[in-house]
């Protein structure tokens, strides 16, 4: 429990957005794309993760922006 009630201390300075990249799925066609110089494996999030996430951000009564998105082109 202490650790909890640090954490949510941690969270009192809480940051203006979250970005939750949900998938690294890119062509890779764009030369001034970071993704053509950055060899990554094709992955999406799974909705449990993304859950999680939410509910941690709720848990931490986050009150900012939650962006969806990533470098994907799919």
Known sequence: MRKL???KLLFNCQPAAV???????CN??????PNAYWPRPDVKMLKV???????S??????????????????
Not at 19 to 25: A, I, K, R, Y
Not at 28 to 33: G, H, I, M, V
Not at 57 to 65: I, R, V
């Open 5 to 7: 009630r640090s954490l």
């Open 19 to 25: 970005n939750v990249e949900t998938s690294t799925l």
């Open 49 to 55: 993760h993304i859950e999680e996430i939410l509910h």
């Open 57 to 74: 951000l709720a848990w931490h009564d986050y009150k900012g922006t939650i962006r969806f998105w990533g470098i994907d082109e799919w």
């Open 28 to 33: 890779r066609a764009c030369s001034y794309c």
